[in-house]
């Protein structure tokens, strides 16, 4: 007989735990120094505004993703989960 694994939540006995993904983030370094006004010039959709804040951020709408880009050569993107429904608040 296998008995389920039970863990504790808040120190109450649970026998299930469902786990929900609801973004995907990814990041990486470049390990180089990057010009961020020379990638405003060549895409213009980008959003750059170092007074407000230090990166770039470069949005797709598809697939939807947000990637953030900094002059230190480091970024992180990130994604909503496909398979998670849409709508929901």
Known sequence: MIKSPVYKVANLPVKKV??????VVASATLHQNIDLNS????FPGV???PEQFPGLVYRLKKPKTATLIFSSGKWSAQAP????KRGKQ
């Not at 469902?18 to 973004?23: H, K």
């Not at 989960?81 to 998670?84: F, G, K, L, V």
């Open 47 to 49: 959003e750059y505004r």
């Open 18 to 23: 469902f786990i929900n993904i609801e973004n």
């Open 39 to 42: 990638i405003v010039r060549v």
């Open 81 to 84: 989960n496909p398979s998670a």
